[in-house]
């Protein structure tokens, strides 16, 4: 009976109640502040934030989230406008860039985003999702803004330093991806949280939108001066000063709505699955509930209480503590192991097709009128440029995006990856076999439908699945992972496997080996299908059931080993 005393108090020690709550912001932690156990305290704190009806906070987070990927699709699809006007400009006389320089800045940003999303995904789960959040904005828009400022000169070439800044820019990119994904998820009500998840990413297509409307914009500003050129290799003096200026400001705006964002980023409260099964610190927790309900930026509990109830946690908690020993037990487990390989095989799988359609997008504009083949003067080729893109996006992409948010509640993940794979491996096999038989406005079709279902389909789902079914403590460690299995695969894509079309080409056929190349893509389409058997159905499932977190811990060796806390990981 002696010893019973030391152990009650520190439960008695934090059981006290908290000011502040009413009928709209309703203070959870006092709901449990009677119960001594810290896991029971955790499974009823954490069931109230799944079962939490949609509110306007949902919709800030989702706002917050969204914002940066609306920045993060507008710098990479504007990487394709900015190579067409770094070519008028610093390639006077041809008007194009190099084939090595053009791949070189597309694929500097991928390179840099695989980086991002493996060293965020990391440092996220060790150091806190609220320390790493806004950090990768701060690089966005720094990145940015340096892209915009850049200049050649005698010694360092333009091109050099366009690379430099893309890798820089895909860095804080990448960092966006594991981030914005985990913190959706483990703030989301469990009924619409594919909803909310899908909404974040789908603020890509409305980056892209915007991306071409700027471009639409800048171009018919700069009019008079576009059309005194009649082709973008004679674009010199007055003409060569205005594409100079366009591109700066196409790519400069990418930081305006970052800046609005990071704020909001940087103020936001540590996720209470984070602070309750990494940091341990059950009355921290329970507070941030209520603060991010109520729109505050943290929690503020008692010090003393937060002390003795992080030393009780310490002891009584049964959620494994984060270790290196800890993950690799963790994912030589078959199932677990098979899971990773679900999400980053679907992932590498969608990723290096995802590109293969943009290699049509010059018949594409030809068929719907905007080929930049017969412009008569620079304004034309660039006015083209931005209703093409500006049409291609509209045609499938943003649709597909919408309807996904709309069904993933009620559809459900799972089915939605497997059914996109499915028809696209179709849509790729129609392409590729019956390349050179079938019209433009048939290969038009094609595209629109593809564009739809990567949206409404693959696209999508690897992105939300990764941060649903991982526990708390590698949930952003693995979705880094699978993304970046998704980025090498778009780099193998487009460095790669898009190049073969241009084997024996001559003037009369440039691209002879294209439907080669799609016929190449639509069998990994068809690998996409089955990884896609290693994922679970994850809708309407809490976290915890998805991640198994609410099963005992494994009893821990001798030596201790496995008490590592998330810091020695």
């Not at 949930?475 to 496997?497: D, E, L, N, P």
Request: proline share 5%.
């Amino acid at each position: 009976m002696a010893d019973a005393t030391p152990s009650t108090a520190p439960a008695q020690a934090y059981a006290q109640k908290t000011s502040g709550g009413n009928n709209a912001y309703h203070n959870f932690h006092n709901d449990f502040v009677h119960i001594q156990d810290p896991n029971e305290r955790r499974r009823l704190a954490l069931a109230e934030i799944d079962k939490a009806p949609f509110g306007w906070y949902h919709v800030r987070a989702c706002v917050v989230a969204g914002i940066g990927f609306f920045t993060d699709s507008y710098d990479i699809f504007a990487v394709s406008l900015l190579n067409t006007m770094l070519g008028i400009v610093y390639y006077p006389g041809v008007g194009t860039l190099p084939a090595s320089s053009d791949n070189a800045i597309k694929l500097s940003t991928s390179a840099g985003t695989v980086v991002g999303q493996l060293a965020f995904g990391y440092l996220a789960d060790h150091v806190g999702r609220k320390r790493m959040y806004g950090l990768e904005l701060i690089i966005i828009i720094f990145a940015t803004l340096g892209q915009a400022l850049s200049s050649g000169s005698p010694s360092v070439d333009i091109i050099g330093l366009i690379i430099f800044w893309r890798v820089l820019l895909g860095v804080g990119i990448g960092g966006d991806y594991p981030l914005s994904s985990i913190i959706t998820s483990e703030f989301a009500t469990t009924k619409w949280r594919g909803a909310m998840m899908g909404a974040v990413f789908a603020m890509q297509g409305i980056g892209q939108l915007v991306c071409a409307f700027v471009m639409l914009f800048v171009t018919l500003g700069f009019r008079e001066a576009l059309s005194a050129s009649s082709k973008p290799a004679n674009c010199d003096g007055y003409c060569a000063i205005a594409v100079d200026k366009m591109w700066r400001t196409l790519i400069g705006f990418g930081a305006v709505p970052a800046c609005i964002a990071l704020y909001y980023r940087l103020t936001i409260p540590e996720t209470p699955r984070y602070t309750f099964d990494i940091g341990r610190d059950v009355e921290k927790a329970a507070d941030d509930v209520k603060a991010y309900i109520s729109g505050k930026p943290e929690g503020h509990p008692d010090d003393v209480a937060r002390i003795q109830a992080r030393e009780a946690a310490q002891t009584q908690m049964t959620i494994p503590k984060a270790s290196w020993n800890d993950f690799c037990r963790h994912y030589a487990i078959p199932k677990n192991g098979l899971l990773l390989f679900g999400t980053a095989g679907s992932w590498f799988m969608l990723d290096v097709a995802f590109y293969g359609l943009s290699l049509n997008n010059a018949t594409i504009l030809e068929v719907i009128g905007y080929s930049t083949k017969n412009a008569k003067s620079t304004y034309e080729v660039l006015y083209n440029t931005a209703i093409g893109n500006l049409i291609i996006v509209l045609a499938g992409a943003v649709p597909g995006y919408w309807v996904s948010v709309a069904t993933l509640d009620t559809l459900g993940r799972k089915t939605i990856q497997m059914g996109g794979f499915i028809i696209l491996t179709i849509l790729f096999i129609v392409m590729g076999f019956a390349y050179w038989h079938i019209s433009s406005n048939a290969l038009l079709a094609i595209y629109v439908l593809a564009q739809f279902f990567f949206n409404f389909g693959p696209n999508m789902t690897t992105f939300i699945v990764p941060g649903e079914v991982f526990p708390t403590r590698y949930r952003s460690t693995s979705h880094g992972i699978s993304a970046a299995s998704g980025k090498i695969g778009s780099i193998i894509g487009q460095g790669a496997i898009s190049t073969l079309r241009l084997r024996g080409a001559t003037k009369e056929n440039p691209n002879p080996w294209m439907d080669h190349v799609l016929e190449i893509y639509a069998l990994f389409m068809l690998l996409g299908v089955f990884t896609t058997l290693f994922i679970p159905e994850t809708k309407r499932k809490t976290l915890e059931e998805l991640s198994g977190e609410d099963q005992p811990a494994p009893l821990a060796p001798a030596d201790g080993t496995n008490n590592k806390t998330a810091e020695s990981l």
